[in-house]
């Protein structure tokens, strides 16, 4: 149970829209929420309810305008509303927005899809990542006819039953259900090893191998915070993987578009077997994607004997938005602009926090980026979690005080857009350096 912070002055004023918004949302919803995090327990206050956005600005059911690093946690890549998306999304929707039956659209998505990220024969569209990671395990394990998977502490890849999972009491044991009505049964054939230690794969392969299905990992993780993976981690992971006939699984949810008009698997020479896309390829409508070799891809029904299905899979208005980020990506590149502005963000953070001996830093890989409260570097969960949260929840409030608006957990990534400009990361490090100095 995360302890509630005391509310914040002025963040979200306390009986105003969002407050009384809240309280009917509570009324009525779980949590007063349609996910998790959206409820702010992490950072404290009462959520922001959003009225609408454009590019990297939302305004809030109070009227406020906020400068937005969250970006719905990454789908929303070129910022929000942009024109060549709405038009998309209008357009289709003016033909209909359903229809359970193939349509051209959603074959030029996958034809996208699989011409940017080779490794990719075959994709089946789908509804979240969540689905498209599901499947991927699925398709493992009829591959190899094996049980078990094995994931990294801190890797989240939806919230499908094999997935929430965390790790046991030892290494070669297998993991325990983090989540209540998970059974006992589906975390024995889950095992976890830390993130970017390879020598714990090894030793689990030594184990477990002739049982493994799947080894799923975000190549680039960020749902600890943005933690990059080690010189020779996903290398080691092919190796291992193809020596245990175990099926490789890259989740780019997040990273799929998001450094580059493909994946981290192409950007890095390492071709996995099965890739999962989702938020960008939506741009901002809910799609996910899984993908890779023809082999495995084409066991899905109605081809072969593993049932996935969906009625919305595929629909012509997520489909859409989709085609239209990805195409507006690939013309107009906005890959080392988002980057340029990452890295003068990083090293303004890092600089000011040094400057007011704060121990926190920035870790930052293109447009994607996280601030730890804590000495660096973070290359693991356990690393994440000896960072300070309450400092990042004290951070976030006063960023928000200021009208920025980041993830409202520590465990997370922020997101660039290519709406953000010079002049917003300088806003961001203006605020920072005054929030680091009323926490230093
Ligand atoms: P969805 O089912 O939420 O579309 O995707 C699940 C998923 C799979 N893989 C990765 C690497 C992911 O990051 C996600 C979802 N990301 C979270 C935030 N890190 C979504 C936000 C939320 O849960 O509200």
Not at 65 to 85: E, K, Y
Not at 338 to 347: P, V
Not at 430 to 435: C, E, Q, T
């Amino acid at each position: 149970m995360t302890r509630r912070p005391k509310r914040a002055k002025g963040a979200t004023p306390g009986g105003g829209p969002s407050a009384r918004l809240f309280a009917r949302a509570r009324a009525v919803i779980p949590g007063g929420v349609n996910s998790p995090v959206r409820a702010f327990r992490a950072v404290g206050g009462t959520p922001v309810f959003v009225r609408r956005a454009r590019g990297a600005r939302l305004v809030s059911a109070d009227g406020r305008a906020l400068l937005d690093f969250c970006g719905s946690w990454g789908p929303l890549v070129l910022g929000h509303a942009h024109p060549a998306v709405v038009e998309a999304v209008q357009r289709a929707a003016a033909d209909g927005t359903s229809f359970g039956a193939c349509t051209k659209r959603e074959v030029e998505l996958a034809e996208l899809l699989c011409a940017q990220v080779p490794s990719m024969k075959r994709v089946r569209l789908v509804n979240s990542g969540t689905e498209a990671c599901m499947t991927a395990i699925r398709l493992a394990r009829a591959h190899t006819g094996r049980a078990k998977i094995l994931k990294f502490d801190g890797g989240y890849h939806g919230h499908a039953d094999p997935f929430l999972v965390a790790a046991g009491s030892g290494l070669l044991t297998a993991g325990v259900a983090s989540s209540a009505g998970v059974p006992g049964a589906v975390a024995a054939d889950v095992l976890v090893a830390p993130y970017n230690d390879i020598a714990a794969v090894e030793r689990l392969a030594v184990r477990h191998g002739r049982d493994l299905a799947a080894i799923v990992v975000e190549p680039v993780a960020g749902n600890m915070g943005l933690v990059p993976p080690a010189p020779g981690f996903l290398e080691g992971l092919r190796k291992i993987a193809r020596a245990t006939g175990a099926v490789l699984i890259f989740d780019e949810v997040i990273t799929g578009f998001r450094l580059g008009p493909t994946t981290v698997g192409v950007l890095r020479g390492i071709a996995p077997d099965l890739t999962c896309l989702g938020k960008i390829v939506g741009g901002g409508l809910p799609i996910g994607a899984v993908g890779g070799r023809a082999g495995i891809m084409d066991r899905l029904a109605p081809l072969g004997d593993v049932y996935q299905a969906g009625t919305l899979s595929g629909n012509p208005v997520a489909v859409a938005a989709g085609l239209a980020t990805l195409r507006t990506l690939l013309a107009e590149d906005p890959y080392a602009r988002m980057a340029a502005l990452g890295e003068t963000l990083a090293r303004g953070f890092d600089e000011a926090a040094r400057r007011r001996g704060v121990a926190a830093h920035c870790a930052q890989l293109g447009g994607l980026f996280t601030v730890f409260f804590g000495e660096g570097p973070v290359r693991n969960l356990a690393d994440a979690r000896r960072c300070d949260a309450a400092a990042y929840a004290r951070f976030f409030r006063r960023m928000l005080d200021a009208g920025i608006y980041l993830p409202p957990s520590a465990f997370e990534t922020c997101f660039l857009s290519a709406a953000h400009t010079p002049a917003d990361i300088a806003r961001f490090l203006a605020a920072a350096a005054r929030a680091l100095a009323s926490s230093s």
